[in-house]
């Protein structure tokens, strides 16, 4: 399956920004989805995911209550709702997708990834 990740973004701190990640085929259904963040200089991050049903999401520490991740089957496509964002926030956001049954939060889980989309959040 590919992924193509939009949505980023320059935004002024505080600010909002909702990504989106389409994929090419209805395996998507039956995917984990997941979002990483890599900033320069730093390893790449564990942001949220989100199971196949959409009935169980996990996030990463720097992001709970600031961050959803949500996702229309129907459409294909997961999305990234980022609000209250701070500088630090500032990366290149990644998509990608894992088998059931795999955990989530490990980035060697995900077998796709889409070529990331820029948020930049300006202090």
């Known amino acids: 399956v590919q992924l193509q990740a939009s949505g980023g973004g320059l935004v002024p701190a505080g600010g909002s920004l909702k990504l989106s990640c389409v994929a090419s085929d209805d395996t998507f259904s039956t995917l984990v989805m997941g979002w990483f963040r890599q900033a320069p200089g730093m390893e790449r991050e564990f942001v949220a995911a989100?199971?196949?049903?959409?009935?169980?999401?996990y996030y990463g520490n720097l992001v709970r209550g600031r961050f959803t991740i949500s996702r229309d089957n129907a459409k294909r496509t997961v999305y990234l709702q980022m609000n209250g964002l701070k500088p630090e926030d500032t990366a290149v956001y990644s998509c990608?997708?894992?088998?059931?049954?795999?955990?989530?939060?490990?980035?060697?889980?995900?077998?796709?990834w889409g070529q990331g989309t820029q948020v930049t959040v300006s202090s």
């Open positions: 989100i199971s196949w049903s959409g009935g169980s999401t």
């Open positions: 990608a997708a894992a088998p059931i049954g795999t955990q989530p939060l490990l980035d060697s889980t995900y077998k796709y």
